[in-house]
């Protein structure tokens, strides 16, 4: 007989990754999910030292089934965070040798669900070549999140991750992403690593037309969280509703 397989686990993690207070796990992730992280001993994750962090808070109320030091934790290459899942010849299937022999493996990201808006595809992709079972896990994604709460169109909606830069060349691509929102009626949304928010929120309010809507939502699932929306015309006569030290999502539309 064939021995059994173990399955792929898409384990999502807290939004509060990088920010001054954390929101208690119990209030983002239900227990089911707890429970299923805290009964796997093996992950595939961005960064070990974030993944120890995780399942540190897990551990608080869900005992581990082995102990943080015996956990086995594989970090996917930098050039798969850098260049994302598709933009390098990366064959995942080494990583999940583990599964093979009978043990659910964790995939982890270090905020929400892994492989959306964050790396991880790449395994998901190879678990299935290997015909392993893939079980998304319940937990918040903050697109999801931002796009329910910002008046949009969540009929037609479109994930552009990071735009440039370079001033000059991120002007040029929020053209274009608007010329596309308002062609199709599709919402656009965009990233930016904290540090960076109010620049990119300063050119959204400059080169946006004025009729377009921009939204932004902030420090989701945490007590300051914050979802703002309005026309740009709007928000050129008020201060930016948002900051430099929690994560964001920027989305625009008609």
Same mark, same amino acid.
């Given at each position: $007989?064939?021995?059994?397989? #173990? ?11 990088? /920010? ?24 595939? /994750?961005?960064?070990? !030292?974030?993944?120890? *962090?995780?399942? !540190?808070?897990?551990? =608080?109320?869900? &005992? ?10 594989? =970090?996917? &290459?930098?050039?798969?965070? !850098? ?8 064959? %995942? ?12 493996? #964790? ?5 929400? $669900? ?21 079980? &998304? ?24 991750? +990071? ?8 002007? !040029?691509?929020?053209?274009?992403? =608007? ?12 990233? =930016?690593? &904290? +540090? ?20 932004? *939502? ?6 300051? %969280? ?7 015309? #709007?928000?050129?006569?008020? @201060? ?6 929690? @994560? ?7």
């Amino acid at each position: $007989m064939t021995a059994p397989r #173990g399955r792929l686990l898409l384990v999502p993690t807290p939004l509060d990754f990088g /920010c001054r207070v954390q929101a208690p796990l119990e209030r983002v992730l239900p227990a089911a999910t707890l429970a299923a992280a805290a009964a796997t001993t093996h992950w595939i /994750c961005e960064n070990a !030292k974030s993944a120890r *962090a995780f399942l !540190k808070r897990v551990g =608080e109320t869900h &005992p581990l089934a082995a102990p943080l030091q015996a956990q086995a934790i594989a =970090e996917l &290459p930098r050039e798969v965070h !850098k260049k994302g899942d598709h933009a390098v010849a990366f064959d %995942a299937r080494p990583l999940l040798a583990a599964a093979l022999q009978g043990q659910d493996i #964790g995939l982890l990201s270090e905020a929400g $669900m892994p492989a959306v808006a964050d790396p991880g595809s790449s395994v998901v992709r190879a678990a299935h070549d290997l015909g392993l079972e893939v079980v &998304p896990l319940v937990g918040p994604v903050s697109l999801l999140l931002a796009l329910a709460a910002s008046g949009l169109n969540g009929q037609g909606f479109a994930f552009q991750g +990071y735009l440039p830069q370079q001033a000059d060349e991120r002007d !040029k691509r929020i053209r274009e992403l =608007e010329a596309l929102a308002l062609r199709l009626g599709q919402s656009q949304l965009v990233i =930016e690593t &904290p +540090y960076r928010n109010l620049a990119l929120w300063g050119s959204l309010v400059k080169v946006l037309q004025p009729g377009t809507r921009l939204a932004v *939502a902030s420090g989701l699932t945490l007590d300051e %969280a914050r979802v703002s929306s309005r026309a740009v015309a #709007g928000w050129r006569e008020a @201060p930016a509703p948002v900051q430099n030290d929690l @994560p964001a999502v920027f989305l625009f539309g008609r």
